[in-house]
């Protein structure tokens, strides 16, 4: 039977090979500034800076229709104006309107109610697209009702409205891609320094070609355990998911997996390994599931000191760190299916990965051809070594068993 350490080695060496490369992220930088200074040359002052996965170091390949997809990679364009000297139409029509007056970004633009999309040609059968969201600087009033609620005030300064659209009309939407990525680059921080699993010297190793030194090398491509147990909720995620009736609509959003980690990992010792982590992030779900059952007094009787996801008068309650005003399990209480579909899915990762190592080596590669996606683990890892007669991959490992971040 192959040994634990040997499976464990697999499923990180899946993960990092699902992750963005260093030569398409020095790439999609390239075109984050080119877009930043193309916007600047037909007049429209904006900050133009990545947010979400891609900033956070959390990128992972999406799944969808039952394969590897593009990578889809996430923006800002901030204008620099006073949020009442516009509205959320004019700016989000006025960047759109500058990429088309562009022959080359006409051909490769998409817009939609959210936000405009860049659509890259492949390289090497794998291409990205950039999703633009345009936003201006939210106003004091706004900022100061938010610190006033917040109990991490110091990361409101940075909030943004972003332009959205409802039922046909535009709105402005507090976000804060910034203030999040400083509240996650704060917990990711000790895991980076006790137990980096992608160095930059290691990385230079692999990349010489693309990077003249180290010191070249972004510290964005570093990678913790943190990292990377989130990158690997995220792709169980979308393939478990992807077989489920209903799997999109139910399916969690990356921001609910992002911050709840986190906000898990925050309370854990940073010296734990991918694996260690991971089993201790899904068991503090386990608990949180117990919310089910139990009533609101019941459960913080039982569990004292676990608020990362609550139940407040029968409503589901998970809050972005750094907007109090964004619940970001609003669609669970449209929707109960979807709380049950999480601790369901939570249940499965476990199977998958922890409970998975006591199994023989056939059952063992057919759950994780199931968790990752079969054609992706039989062609980036040697499955023979499993068995000489692997079994097909199985639909569900069990029956009991993330515009954000």
């Known amino acids: 039977m192959v040994s634990k350490e040997n499976r464990m080695s697999d499923i990180l060496g899946l993960i990092s090979k699902l992750d963005i490369s260093p030569t398409m992220y020095k ?17 429209i002052q904006a900050d133009f800076y990545p947010q979400g996965s891609f900033s956070l170091g959390t990128v992972v390949r999406p799944y969808k229709d039952n394969k590897d997809a593009n990578f889809d990679l996430d923006a800002i364009c901030q204008i620099l104006n006073e949020k009442g000297a516009t509205t959320p139409q004019d700016i989000k029509e006025m960047v759109e309107s500058a990429f088309e007056e562009n022959e080359a970004y006409k051909k490769k633009l998409t817009k939609c109610d959210k936000c405009c999309t860049i659509n890259y040609t492949e390289t090497n059968e794998i291409g990205f697209s950039i999703d633009i969201v345009s936003a201006i600087e ?6 100061q009702r938010l610190k006033e609620k917040s109990i991490l005030p110091e990361y409101i300064d940075t909030a943004i409205a972003i332009s959205s659209k409802k039922d046909e009309e535009y709105e402005w939407a507090t976000n804060n891609p910034k203030g ?3 509240w996650f680059d704060k917990i990711n921080k000790p895991f980076l320094e006790n137990n980096p699993l992608q160095s930059r010297s290691a990385i230079f190793e692999s990349y010489r070609e693309v990077f003249a030194s180290i010191e070249e090398i972004p510290i964005e491509l570093e990678r913790s355990a943190l990292q990377r147990v989130i990158q690997i909720l995220k792709r169980h995620r979308d393939v478990y998911f ?16 992002t911050t709840v980690v986190a906000s898990i990992a925050s309370t854990a010792l940073a010296s734990l390994n991918v694996f260690d982590l991971l089993k201790y992030v899904l068991s503090e779900f386990n608990i949180y599931s117990k919310q089910q059952i139990l009533n609101e007094t019941e459960f913080s009787n039982f569990y004292k000191n676990k608020n990362i996801v609550q139940r407040k008068e029968g409503n589901w309650v998970i809050e972005n760190p750094v907007n109090p005003e964004d619940n970001l399990a609003d669609s669970w209480n449209e929707d109960p299916l979807m709380a049950k579909a999480f601790f369901d899915w939570t249940k499965c990762v476990y199977t998958d990965f922890l409970e998975s190592y006591e199994k023989r080596d056939e059952e063992y590669i057919a759950l994780l051809e199931s968790a990752l996606g079969s054609d992706f683990v039989r062609r980036s890892i040697d499955v023979k070594k499993y068995s000489s007669s692997v079994a097909k991959p199985i639909i569900q490992s069990s029956q009991s068993k993330p515009w954000r971040v």
Do not use: R, W
């Open 138 to 143: 939210e106003d004091e009033s706004t900022k």
């Open 180 to 182: 999040f990525k400083e």
């Open 27 to 43: 790439d999609a930088v390239e075109k984050y500034k080119n877009l930043g200074t193309y916007l600047q040359e037909k007049g």
């Open 242 to 257: 992807s077989k489920k009736q209903n799997g999109n609509t139910l399916k969690p959003i990356s921001a609910i997996i």
